[in-house]
């Protein structure tokens, strides 16, 4: 049972749109929401996170909307750009905190 | 930003072969991870290392699994003996503190089991 889903699994943008990935969970006691990205032959770094007393977090051209009631949260992208091409996961993790559950990921191309 | 280097980024063995994967952690950092990455799948947490103890650990920790960090040097997962179902991505992280705080990632070791 995967604890955590991310869809869609691939995704292609063009340059200057919008791109919105979603992400959904199971376990209430997860409070903390950090969104990695991966480019190819690197390992995931950490792009933006929000906790669960939020229900938006903005950086630049990311955002995380946060939806506590359906455990649903989704990150998008503003003003896409061909650098932003990578993949994106979304993890969770409760107060005892020291571990992160993470989705298979969404693969983004924004196409120039 | 702070890097984690992970050593070897492809290893091949024979199943029943002990190997070792190597992790260098970002220099000040206290807290260190494996993640498992089976292709086509989510990245999964094995087990979390702090002042010389495994802290944590998950079901695919299994006992051929084993940590450490002698002396400050690299933080190691070794698995003894290999089994075809180790093949995966290994990535190793390390954070300066625990609890939700900023997990830095190496770019993984591909470990290939035949």
């Known amino acids: 049972q995967q604890q955590v889903r991310q869809s869609p699994q691939s995704l292609t943008v063009w340059e200057g749109e919008t791109a919105i990935l979603n992400c959904s969970y199971e376990d209430s006691t997860f409070n903390y929401f950090p969104w990695y990205q991966q480019f190819p032959g690197e390992g995931p770094a950490l792009l933006i996170s929000i906790r669960s007393v939020s229900d938006k977090k903005e950086d630049g051209r990311f955002t995380i909307f946060f939806n506590k009631r359906e455990k649903k949260l989704s990150l998008h992208i503003t003003d896409s750009q061909p650098g932003d091409s990578a993949t994106y996961f979304c993890?969770?993790?409760?107060?005892?905190?020291?571990?992160?559950?993470f989705g298979i990921g969404t693969r983004v191309l924004v196409r120039p | 930003g702070p890097k984690v280097l992970q050593i070897p980024s492809h290893q091949i063995i024979d199943m029943g072969q002990m190997v070792t994967l190597n992790c260098d952690p970002v220099?000040?950092?206290?807290?260190f991870y494996w993640y498992k990455q089976i292709l086509g799948q989510q990245m999964e947490f094995l087990v979390n290392f702090y002042n010389g103890k495994v802290m944590e650990k998950s079901k695919l920790f299994k006992d051929q699994f084993s940590v450490e960090r002698p002396d400050g040097s690299y933080f190691t997962l070794k698995i003894q003996p290999t089994a075809l179902e180790d093949s995966a991505v290994y990535f190793c992280?390390?954070?300066?503190?625990?609890?939700?705080?900023?997990?830095?990632f190496g770019a993984g070791t591909r470990l290939s089991v035949l």
């Open positions: 993890a969770a993790s409760n107060s005892a905190g020291n571990k992160l559950t």
């Open positions: 220099s000040n950092h206290l807290y």
């Open positions: 992280a390390s954070s300066l503190v625990p609890s939700q705080n900023t997990l830095y």
